[in-house]
């Protein structure tokens, strides 16, 4: 298996991976990238939870959510490395369920601002976006250490039974 696919045929030419190599997601500099990734998304759940809340922003809320979901799923990555099919498939069905549930929660709480019609505060909104940038940036260049340099790959490999 190459560290660009999931299957077992060789690299295709040209993808930057090099040779065909085992990938299970338990080496040091995987564990190490997923780590980095999970504290960047902790400290981006923590600040836009915060100026969510000043700004009584429903979107911010939405980015809380998704910087801890984020979190969540990273840290069950590197909890099922090495794990069953069966724990594998059960964080997965875990994740989904908990992303419907974030999502029926974000949607009501716009709905109750739409219907109070509380208007956001936008200097607060544009400062975070910012932020979320600058931290979405870090996360891909520690995502960089891993196979294949992308985060959503790793995720499947880590959660997808195979």
Not at 75 to 80: R, T
Not at 84 to 90: D, M, P
Request: charged share 10%.
């Amino acid at each position: 298996m190459s560290s660009c696919s999931t299957s077992e045929k060789p690299a295709a030419a040209g993808c930057g991976c090099g040779s065909p190599v085992a990938f299970d997601g338990a080496s040091p500099a995987y564990k190490r990238a997923l780590r980095a990734v999970i504290a960047l998304n902790v400290l981006g759940f923590a600040v836009v939870a915060v100026g969510s809340w000043l700004a009584a922003s429903a979107a911010l809320a939405a980015n809380t959510l998704d910087f801890a979901a984020d979190a969540a799923t990273y840290a069950l990555s590197l909890w099922v490395i090495g794990k069953s099919v069966q724990v594998r498939s059960g964080a997965a069905f875990f994740k989904s369920a908990s992303l419907a549930t974030m999502a029926v929660g974000i949607v009501g709480l716009a709905i109750w601002r739409a219907a109070t019609g509380a208007a956001p505060e936008g200097g607060t909104i544009s400062g975070l976006g910012l932020f979320g940038a600058r931290d979405q940036s870090c996360g891909c260049a520690a995502a960089g250490a891993l196979p294949g340099g992308r985060r959503q790959r790793a995720l499947r490999v880590a959660l997808h039974p195979q």
